[in-house]
């Protein structure tokens, strides 16, 4: 009887031992799960972003020594450039007239049609070509840039065929041009070959510095017209730019191009279609901002 009880009792004392045993790893596996847990999360959260968040619908910046693309989005997706045209017009023009030598009148057949938009430029307004692109370029007088494709030899229509050839030998695929103003929508491009049409403009001297005026004076007849620069970053001291055009239609939404040294490097930089007046200012301020923190970060990336 004795010995029942004792094998009873032995049978009890191994299933508590083994039941013992199996709770202690479970509760084991569990903390060792938990701490895995615990390591992996910090290091997830503190990933560093790739890019700033630009509202931009398509964004292009190169670094313009290396030909390295920093940043990019949506750059194949062809739209209307508006004001950006007039930089493929300058380039002709000087192609043609590289001293911009004469004068112009302003006609009827220079005012708006497409959209009518405002120009205080009086019809019979007689200016340099000098002082019409100096304001077709710094401030998009869309007169102006009218005036100056209409007085090119054989006219608007020549103006513009030299236009589109001058694009496909740039090797810009995507661009389409329709008229000298980029009143049209016809003024077609994407940010990967506006690019190469900004880093083709700024090749050319005058381009430069008159993109970058900050503001002139005209005298049309008996007024005397002020003009600023229709990119208020070229006034901002935080900025180093050596070329820049923004545009503008409904269509397009606001654009702005620009050649500028950012963390001591010469960037390339396309924003097209940003919606609300200060956007594309926000957006290029944000990538500003984003490759200086890069380059103190990350010293061995400077270009």
Request: aromatic share 4%; charged share 25%; net charge positive.
């Amino acid at each position: 009887m004795t010995g029942k009880y004792g094998r009873i009792a032995l049978v009890i004392f191994l299933g508590v031992a083994i039941l013992t045993l199996l709770s202690s790893d479970a509760i084991s596996k569990a903390r060792t799960k938990a701490v895995t847990h615990h390591k992996s999360t910090p290091a997830k959260a503190i990933r560093s972003p790739r890019g700033p968040v630009l509202h931009s619908a398509a964004v292009l910046v190169k670094d313009q020594s290396t030909g390295r693309l920093l940043i990019q989005k949506r750059t194949a997706a062809v739209v209307p450039i508006a004001s950006i045209t007039k930089l493929m017009t300058a380039m002709v023009i000087l192609d043609q007239d590289e001293n911009l030598q004469g004068n112009l009148m302003i006609q009827k057949a220079d005012v708006d049609r497409i959209r009518h938009s405002y120009s205080r430029l009086p019809v019979g307004a007689t200016l340099t070509r000098r002082e019409a692109m100096l304001l077709a370029l710094m401030s998009s007088e869309n007169r102006c840039a009218h005036a100056l494709g209409r007085t090119y030899p054989g006219g608007i229509r020549a103006c513009v065929a030299a236009m589109n050839a001058k694009a496909r030998a740039l090797g810009l695929s995507k661009t389409r041009f329709a008229d000298t103003t980029g009143l049209a929508n016809g003024n077609v491009s994407s940010a990967r070959d506006l690019v190469k049409l900004v880093e083709a403009a700024y090749q050319y001297g005058l381009i430069r510095e008159f993109t970058t005026c900050m503001e002139t004076t005209i005298y049309a007849g008996r007024r005397m017209l002020e003009y600023r620069n229709s990119n208020r970053l070229i006034k901002n001291p935080d900025w180093d730019i050596g070329l820049s055009k923004t545009g503008y239609t409904d269509e397009a939404g606001r654009c702005l191009v620009m050649q500028a040294h950012v963390a001591n490097r010469p960037l390339l930089i396309v924003l097209l279609d940003s919606q609300g007046r200060l956007t594309r200012l926000g957006d290029a301020n944000r990538i500003r901002k984003w490759l200086e923190g890069s380059s103190q970060e990350s010293p061995e990336r400077k270009g």
